[in-house]
């Protein structure tokens, strides 16, 4: 059940830092929502767990950007 609810987390995040990011922008800024998480992830399951999530997330979000890699 553990593993579970840390994919939803992943990908439940993910989803809603693409939705906020691409329609409640305001003049192009948006949160960045996965750097909190991220932080709060660490905050409440340790460093390693929160690096994990981060690398992650950061992986996701330069794969399926049209930015340069690794610009995130």
């Known amino acids: 059940m553990r593993y579970f609810s ?3 987390v992943f990908f439940v995040a993910i989803v809603i830092h693409w939705l906020w990011s691409t329609y409640f922008t305001f003049y192009g800024c948006s949160p960045q ?3 909190v998480l991220t932080i ?7 460093p390693l767990v929160g ?3 981060g ?3 950061g992986l996701f979000l330069d794969v399926f950007s ?4 690794g610009a995130q």
Do not use: K, R
Request: aromatic share 22%; no cysteine.
């Open 6 to 8: 840390s994919f939803l």
């Open 33 to 35: 929502i996965l750097l």
């Open 40 to 46: 709060a992830v660490a905050a409440q399951n340790g």
């Open 51 to 53: 690096q994990s999530y």
């Open 55 to 57: 690398f992650g997330w």
């Open 66 to 69: 049209a930015h340069v890699f």
